[in-house]
């Protein structure tokens, strides 16, 4: 067995307040881990993108469209997709992003 730490960084792109990322693995899918208390600012997805809420609350936009997320529910984008995402508490979010099926 191999104790694995994964580095954390504040992100602060498109505006984004409360953001705090660790990248788990790169490749043709990518995982990250995030914790949110405050908002990821709006910006077009560079590929697929699930978001899964691990803990937390949080709402999530495209232009069109919010809907509040709760534990265990997850929202996707698609690439070119512009979207925003808020806590509504302090959250624990997995994101993936790449092909997925």
Known sequence: MKRVAFPSRSLEHHGST????????????????VE???VIGGHKAASSQLLVVLDGRVSCATRGETVELRVGEAVLWQEGEWHE????????????????R
Do not use: K, N, P, W
């Open 36 to 38: 949110l208390d405050g």
């Open 85 to 100: 995402t808020r806590s509504l508490e302090a959250s624990r979010l997995l994101i993936l992003e790449g092909t997925l």
């Open 18 to 33: 409360g953001f705090t990322h660790s990248r788990l693995g790169r490749g043709e899918l990518q995982a990250s881990l």
